[in-house]
């Protein structure tokens, strides 16, 4: 039983445990923000309706938002700020920059997260399947279409190929 | 942002153990599964338990268990996803893996449990609404108020059964399994539900929901057609669950038809079942079945889309379900 | 028809340099960076997760404030009681309205608004009370705490209501009774235009309301420091304006104490370019409790500061010669505003001022009348007022072409507006690119071959093909206030290092403009973009730009950003020909190394140049600014629709209608943009897609929806989905394939020939997909949005042998009825008119400030 008071916990966030003291209803995505400073994770109404707060908890994409931070103990938590090695971005980082992908960028975490596990688990995934792994993320700047060329990208680039933008989707069609 | 109220959080081992706290505490405890109804529910000050019991670590709770009869037990806290992607329910339910399927959006299912979505809490858009939200219109009777804003008039709460998956058990006739202070019981889906948008369980609500039993494959076809506005994110505005038992000629010998969306239960379309049995599926059939089956239903103007269109369409919708059990 | 003479505009500040190879007609093989795929300069930050939103901001003892909302919305404010709040531990501070009683607004003419209620509330979520508390959830519960005691009063729930009930006024100023805004302008003879036509139709049409819906939820920290200075940071898209608002409603605090730094906005779309009452109540409250205090608003809360679509009404009766000229147009618009002003002064106008640049208009009546009711207030959403008329127009052009055998593109293809002219209200065209974007979705779609063709498929639905165009401004070409000021100015400061840093008031909301500036400076100094840091929005550091609002960030910030950066290569290449004894006209700026083109190995490197010119003539910084040309419209509203250039889109949609229920879907969209020059094409692309995006969901679903009932005697009239679940907005699985065309037409107004792409291309959406509807299963649905319910209802009616057709009453009680007084009479460019309203009383003329 854990009393309305702090608990003390140890979360593993991108690799690397952090001990923080929360109260139980505390949402993963409250103390990811308030307490760790990771505020790359996002939130767009705190009910599920966005997927702006899309974190991945031991490899799957859940949302922050309506999981209890007592709830992660234990688990793997990897968010938006864990996404790059070092100094090198991801590949779907780079694809999302180069294509434009991220405009305002608010939505872009969640995605990223949501996108990053499908393409662990599916290594050519068809534009069907990139549509329905994103059916719960909005985006009201990019109409989804460069974000959806992003996730090929990259995922051609993750299987190794030496894969370019196609001319049609930067410099549109003739 | 939304936050939760503050409350004390309960990890019980057992199964015996989380019915003891829930009926210790009464009305202030409420169980969680995957907290995607819930937690929504209490950030809008719907649902304010100040106990809140975990099934997390509850054991037996969490497979898929194929019996040898063929029957399937699915543990209540068996995630959606893990359901849409279950190769023995896609292969021989796939109408309630559809049902899963269409169920809110993949996040969503990730963290969902079939138990969650069996005991979804009706909606309404008079009370899915903030605390604020809801102050403006002087609140509702299902909380903090005292008048049903769709039927002003009315004694009752018209808040809508909305769970994708309950119409298919019910036309299914799949069972329940239930733990309580006095050990566990199995009733058939159909009888967890009553018809009335507040108290719309018949369990005692110390009672877990621990199982789900779906038949063993047979001479019956089912299944789950779905109305709404965007393919991703939206509740049923209707949700056709139909399930059809035929004998060696095609002829239906028995039918379940089962209504979401419209009213506080799945409500069964029971002049479609009668004009189909001892009738062969032709588009006579399923044409004429389809126009019947909306006379029981309860379509008020408190989801997505107009209610007018809604009746208007609901027999395309059952005849397409129709049509797909052939 | 009168040609503009294109000699005689005048040349905006900032091109001075014809001869420069930057000009706009410069060849794509002459720019080393302008027209490349180059990364946004802040692309790193925002897939990492790094860009700071004003919600992730924290500072020390910062507190949290919330707002107590209205739950009534028409009423009295006749007590407010606090104490039970003020006694909750936690709560540091109060504020109700009588704490700032100075009223403001967006717009001059209409200050309105109040930081909180003082005496009256005029829509559900008008703030009353504000509180601030050590936690977010202590301030909520405290807000829980107050008493407020209310006198209802009538609502207003609408246009017609608005128009049959003057009283209660909502506000004491403004035309008449709940009528904001009036608007009569006749320009040229429409009697003479209407005999000349051979065809005549009048249609009415509605178009609901819809809002932005940025993911990112308003927020605001604001500290007021030990030394008596404010910083807000905030989500705002108008840094500028929000800093005017704090000046006015916190006097005696003196501007210069204050200083505003908006954050990247997490999408805006229009939404965050107001000043909110909960930017200035933070910052009051900062002042009050001497900490930092923040507000971020819950979704419900971003549906209360609205600022959307404007719900209107439409009636249009267009003239026609048979090959579809358009003789005569008298357009009437009614726009329900909701509670307040805001920029709804604009918005009025815009519903009338963009028709003629797109077609040929010979003769043209607007009349327009904006009301004030009890809803959340209406602003400018991406395309401001141009939507709705350009819905209708397009629509009732597809009728007309319908009526007379027409192919409606080739029809639009005939009539129109020509490049370099002045329109019958005097806008001045200059590169106009419609034709061309016509010819490209009419060939990819193959609408030649598919349009009225495609019927019954396979699967038993329904397809069809619509098509409609639009313009749109780049920039509106007067700024909110009445000022002789820049609209954008830019200061560039060279370092030792190399570095190039710019700094501009400009805002980015995600559409790129800080790119923009790096991309241009880039371009100009021969260095790499993503080298030049780029400092924008905080009004304390950056010279003022007038907000990213209207599409004129491109275009004026661009400007400005040119004429520094000619200006610094003008300083370097002064310090560089004497230190390598070569002219200054010789030296070449490329590979961030400056060099003599007649013999390129003599140079130096970009950082020794800036040396160079540093050890010459001292620091090195630069200043640009903007303003855009005088606008040849010299009546009175004539402010409203002049720009530098207008962008133009053509779309054609693709919709297949289950014609059983009305449901339908969008498989495709072709979509042609003339953007003038694109600075990014990969850039561009996106706002043409993210526009065809918006217009889709505005087209299908979107709709600010209202709740009218009644109970215990009050009226209960509150918005009926303020959330992202019911509130529908397309999701990728709506998201149709798209076919974009970047049409190139520069204009000489723009940098490198760039016009705007933020917003035209959500405009033919809406239109194009009636249109396909009608194409797909001969039915017209005149009304936004064309939902499945009304697509049914119009089938309906098309099977009971009654007009195919669903949307607001064809008659004269389509529209209310409204004494729009004499027009205001201008004789147009082929009248010899000059722009002004021969019947207009003598104004006096305000000295610019």
Redesign the interface.
């Given at each position: 039983m854990t009393e309305p008071g702090k608990v003390l916990a140890t979360f593993s966030v991108n690799g690397e445990p952090h001990e923080v003291a929360f109260a139980p209803h505390k949402t993963l995505l409250e103390v990811l923000r308030e307490e760790l400073n990771l505020t790359g994770t996002k939130h767009g109404c705190e009910l599920g309706e966005c997927g702006a707060c899309t974190v991945q908890v031991d490899g799957t994409p859940v949302l922050s938002c309506l999981l209890l931070a007592v709830d992660a103990v234990g688990k793997q938590v990897r968010t938006v700020e864990g996404l790059a090695r070092g100094p090198e971005l991801d590949e779907l980082q780079h694809t999302f920059a180069d294509l434009g992908a991220a405009q305002c960028g608010y939505c872009t975490p969640g995605i990223l997260m949501a996108a990053d596990a499908l393409l662990r688990d599916n290594q050519r995934p068809s534009r069907d399947e990139i549509k329905q792994c994103l059916a719960g993320n909005l985006c009201r700047c990019t109409g989804y279409l460069k974000i959806f060329e992003a996730v090929e990208l990259a995922a051609a680039r993750r299987r190794g190929e030496d894969a370019q933008p196609s001319k049609e989707s930067i410099h549109g069609a003739r | 942002?939304?936050?939760?109220?503050?409350?004390?959080?309960?990890?019980p081992k057992t199964a015996a153990e989380a019915v003891r706290l829930a009926s210790e505490h009464g009305k202030a405890a409420m169980y969680v599964a995957g907290?995607?109804d819930l937690?929504?529910n209490m950030?809008?000050r719907h649902q304010t338990p100040s106990q809140v019991i975990?099934l997390?670590d509850v054991p037996g709770l969490h497979a898929v268990e194929v019996q040898p009869d063929g029957r399937v037990a699915i543990g209540a806290m068996v995630r959606l996803?893990t359901l849409e992607r279950h190769p023995h329910l896609l292969r021989h339910h796939p109408a309630f893996a559809h049902a899963v399927r269409e169920i809110?959006?993949?996040?969503?299912r990730?963290?969902g449990t079939i138990g969650g979505n069996l005991l979804l809490d009706t909606r309404c858009?008079?009370y899915?609404?903030?605390?604020?939200?809801r102050?403006?219109?002087?609140f509702c009777m299902k909380k903090d108020g005292a008048?049903c804003?769709v039927a002003p008039g009315s004694p009752r709460c018209w808040a809508v059964q909305s769970s994708d998956t309950v119409p298919v058990v019910c036309a299914l006739e799949a069972e329940v399994e239930l733990v309580g202070t006095a050990g566990p019981r199995t009733i058939p889906a159909a009888e967890l539900y009553r018809d009335d948008g507040i108290q719309y369980l018949t369990k005692r609500p110390e009672e877990l929901l621990t199982r789900l039993w779906l038949p063993a494959p047979g001479a019956w076809k089912a299944s789950y057609v779905k109305l709404r506005?965007?393919?991703?994110?939206?509740f049923p505005v209707l949700g056709v669950g139909a399930c059809l038992w035929f004998d060696g000629d095609g002829v239906v010998r028995k039918a379940n038809v089962r209504l979401g969306g419209a009213g506080s239960y799945a409500i069964p379309a029971v002049e479609t079942e009668k004009l189909l049995v001892g009738n062969e599926l032709t588009d006579e059939v399923i044409a004429a079945a389809g126009a019947a089956a909306m006379k029981p239903a309860r379509t008020m103007d408190n989801t997505?889309?107009?209610v007018?269109?809604r009746r208007?369409?609901a027999p395309?919708?059952v005849a397409r379900a129709l049509a797909a059990c052939r | 028809m009168v040609l503009d003479d294109p000699t005689s505009r005048p040349a905006p500040a900032g091109k001075a340099r014809t001869d420069a190879p930057w000009r706009h007609d410069a060849r794509p093989d002459e720019l080393k960076h302008i027209g490349k795929p180059i990364r946004k300069v802040d692309a790193r930050s925002k897939v990492s997760g790094l860009t700071k939103f004003a919600d992730d901001l924290v500072l020390p003892r910062m507190l949290h404030m919330k707002l107590l909302r209205s739950t009534m919305a028409h009423a009295e404010i006749v007590h407010i009681d606090t104490r039970r709040a003020a006694a909750l531990p936690g709560v540091k501070g109060i504020l109700t309205g009588k704490d700032m009683p100075i009223p403001f607004g967006i717009l001059p003419v209409s200050q309105d608004e109040h930081a909180l209620c003082p005496d009256r509330v005029r829509f559900v979520g008008d703030p009353v009370v504000a509180i601030a508390a050590t936690e977010e959830e202590i301030a909520w519960e405290a807000c829980r705490l107050v008493e407020v005691e209310y006198r209802e009063l009538r609502t207003i729930g609408g246009i017609h209501e608005a128009a049959a009930n003057p009283e209660p006024r909502l506000h004491d100023y403004g035309v008449r009774g709940n009528i904001h805004r009036l608007e009569n302008l006749e320009f040229g003879d429409l009697q003479d235009g209407f005999a000349r036509a051979e065809h005549v139709r009048e249609d009415t049409f509605f178009f609901e309301g819809n809002t932005h819906l940025p993911m990112e939820q308003h927020a605001t920290l604001a500290h007021f420091d030990k030394d008596g200075k404010l910083c807000v940071w905030s989500s705002t898209q108008t840094p500028h304006y929000l800093h005017k608002a704090l000046a006015r409603v916190l006097h005696p605090l003196p501007a210069h104490h204050i200083r505003v730094i908006a954050c990247p906005n997490g999408g805006g779309f229009g939404g965050k370019s107001d000043p909110f009452n909960h930017e200035i109540a933070a910052a009051k409250m900062s002042m009050l409790t001497g900490r930092p205090v923040k507000i971020a608003l819950t979704r419900e809360e971003v549906f209360w500061c609205h600022r959307g679509r404007h719900p209107v009404l439409m009636r249009s009766k267009v003239g026609v010669t048979r090959t579809g000229r358009i003789t005569a147009l008298d357009f009437q618009s009614y726009l329900d505003g909701g509670a307040y002003g805001s920029y709804g002064t604009a918005s009025t106008f815009y519903t009338g001022a963009l028709q003629t640049v797109t077609y040929a208009v010979e003769n043209y009546h607007f009349r327009g009348a904006r009301f004030f009711t009890n809803k959340a207030p209406c602003g400018p959403k991406r395309g401001h007022g141009t939507p709705q008329p350009r819905f209708a127009l397009e629509v009732q052009l597809d009728k007309i072409a319908c009526d007379l055998g027409l192919d409606p593109a080739q029809m639009r293809l005939d009539n129109l507006a020509p490049r370099d002219s002045l329109t019958a209200n005097f806008l001045r065209i200059g590169s106009m690119g419609l034709g061309a974007c016509i010819e490209k979705v009419v060939a990819g779609s193959g609408w030649k071959e598919r349009r009225g063709k495609l019927g019954r498929q396979p699967n038993g639905r329904y397809r069809g093909l619509g098509l409609a165009c639009s313009s749109y401004l780049s920039g509106a070409g007067l700024p909110i206030y009445w000022n002789g000021m820049p609209h954008s100015g830019v200061q560039l400061k060279l370092d030792r290092s190399g570095l190039v840093t710019a700094f501009c008031g400009s805002t980015d909301i995600g559409q790129g403009s800080d790119s923009v500036l790096g991309w241009i400076i880039g371009e100009v100094l021969g260095i790499d973009p993503l080298g030049i840091r780029v400092v924008t929005g905080d009004t304390d550091l950056t010279p003022v730009d007038l907000g990213s609002y209207s599409s004129r960030v491109t275009v004026m910030t661009g400007n400005a950003a040119m004429q520094a950066a000619e200006r610094a290569r003008d300083l370097v290449a002064d310090g560089v020909a004497q230190k390598l004894g070569v002219p200054a006209s010789r030296l070449v700026f490329a590979d961030a190394r400056v060099f003599d083109s007649e013999d390129p190995k003599r140079g130096m490197t970009w950082q020794e140049a800036v040396c160079a010119a540093e050890a010459r003539l001292g620091t090195i910084g630069t200043v640009g600014s903007y303003a855009p040309p005088p606008a040849a419209a010299k009546f009175r509203g004539g402010g409203v629709g002049p720009s530098p250039s207008y962008s133009y889109s053509a779309a054609v949609v693709e919709v297949e209608v289950d014609a059983e229920t009305g449901v339908y879907t969008v498989p495709k969209v072709w979509m042609a943009h003339d953007i003038g020059r694109a600075l990014n094409a990969a850039v561009a692309m996106g706002q043409i897609e993210g526009s065809v995006y918006m217009g889709l969901g505005e087209a299908m679903m979107e709709e600010m929806a209202y709740r009218d009932r009644s109970h215990k005697g009050q009226r209960i009239f509150v918005h009926k989905i303020p959330s992202l679940l019911e509130y529908k907005s397309p999701t990728t699985l709506e998201m149709p394939a798209v076919v974009t065309y970047v049409v190139e037409d520069p204009d000489r107004n723009g940098p490198f020939g760039a016009k705007e792409v933020g917003q035209g291309p959500l405009l033919p959406m809406m239109p194009a997909v009636a249109n396909a509807v009608f194409d797909a299963v001969g039915v017209r649905v005149d009304e936004i949005p064309v939902s499945f319910e009304k697509v049914f209802a119009a089938l309906q009616a098309k099977q009971d042998g009654k007009e195919p057709r669903y949307g607001p009453a064809t008659d004269a009680s389509g529209v209310p009825e409204v004494d729009f007084g004499d027009s205001l009479k201008i004789k147009t460019p082929w009248q010899g008119g000059d722009g002004t309203a021969w019947n207009e009383p003598k104004r006096e003329k305000k000295a610019a400030k």
């Open positions: - | 942002m939304l936050r939760l109220p503050s409350f004390t959080y309960h990890r907290g995607t937690y929504p950030k809008r975990s997390q996803a809110s959006t993949p996040l969503l990730n963290m858009t008079y899915d609404q903030s605390h604020e939200w102050e403006s219109i002087d008048i804003w506005r965007r393919d991703t994110f939206d997505d889309l107009d007018y269109w208007k369409v395309v919708y | -």
